[in-house]
């Protein structure tokens, strides 16, 4: 059940990205279908943004918080939740909510704000892969912890 949840909330988190991924490539060169296409995509990027946040914070609250934070903290890499994990909680707090502000961009799309939009999609997309390093080391720190128990 645990692997799950990490798995569920990684790939619905990875699959968010990249669906932002697709709303910078038709924003770049907007038309009206590119706007229906993006507007579509950036409601189904947000959706999964949110399930992720969602997900995540329920194997925090319920399993990582009691069982693999200590292990971290305990074994040969600490800064793993130290330092990346603290960043991480912190910072993934603004995918959804850029989410919903390019959602709503282009709902309300004008040329005026084309590249606001590009910029936040872009922003929304480097905060996302940073997300998704994030928590390679964050399971390479508990991995490592597991490892020094045995």
């Known amino acids: 059940m645990v692997s799950l949840l990490v798995g569920l909330h990684a790939g619905l988190g990875e699959i968010g990205i990249f669906a932002f991924l697709w709303v910078l490539v038709e924003i770049i060169n907007p038309d009206e279908k590119r706007i229906k296409r993006a507007k579509i995509v950036a409601l189904i990027g947000t959706i999964f943004l949110f399930l992720s946040w969602t997900i995540g914070g329920f194997y925090y609250v319920n399993y990582y918080g009691e069982n693999v934070k200590p292990l971290i903290k305990e074994g040969p890499k600490p800064w793993s939740h130290n330092i990346i994990m603290e960043t991480k909680e912190h910072v993934f707090l603004f995918l959804p909510f850029l989410a919903i502000l390019i959602t709503a961009g282009l709902f309300n799309y004008s040329d005026k704000i084309k590249i606001g939009l590009i910029v936040l999609t872009i922003l929304i997309i480097l905060i996302g892969l940073t997300m998704a390093g994030m928590g390679y080391l964050i ?12």
Do not use: L
Not at 139 to 150: V, Y
């Open 139 to 150: 399971s390479s720190g508990a991995r490592a912890a597991m490892e020094a128990k045995i």
